[in-house]
Nanobody
Framework: QVQLVESGGGLVQAGGSLKLSCAVS????????MGWYRQAPGKQRELVAE???????NYVDSVKGRFIISRDNAKNTAYLQMNSLKPEDTAVYYC????????????????WGQGTQVTVSS
């Protein structure tokens, strides 16, 4: 059974850093896209950072210059290094991936991690 396993998160003071990890568990053919979304209380879920199918990266404007997404292809794992954290970064962070499970058919499935809480105190 394929799933995304998240780790990291926690409580940190403003200006601090945290690193999230997201690993694909189970057998897959290829990762199409992979990244993180976040949802703060009372707000809609938003894309934070991702690797696109072309291998490029996208960041929401509010985290540009502070967050860095990276990956280890051999481990099917992505990381989100979060620096200079602000109280407004407080949210549940969800890993998301579009995965191609088999060579054929050429289609992808959406997967979500269980979510991890990031709390930034002022």
């Amino acid at each position: 059974q394929v799933q995304l396993v998240e780790s990291g998160g926690g409580l940190v003071q403003a200006g601090g850093s945290l690193k999230l990890s997201c690993a694909v568990s189970g057998s897959i053919f290829r990762i199409n896209t992979m990244g993180w979304y976040r949802q703060a209380p009372g707000k809609q879920r938003e894309l934070v950072a991702e690797f696109t199918s072309g291998g490029n990266t996208n960041y929401v404007d509010s985290v540009k210059g502070r967050f860095i997404i990276s990956r280890d292809n051999a481990k099917n794992t992505a990381y989100l290094q979060m620096n200079s954290l602000k109280p407004e970064d407080t949210a549940v962070y969800y890993c998301h991936a579009e995965l191609r499970l088999n060579p054929l058919p050429i289609s992808t499935n959406n997967f979500w991690g269980q979510g991890t809480q990031v709390t930034v105190s002022s």
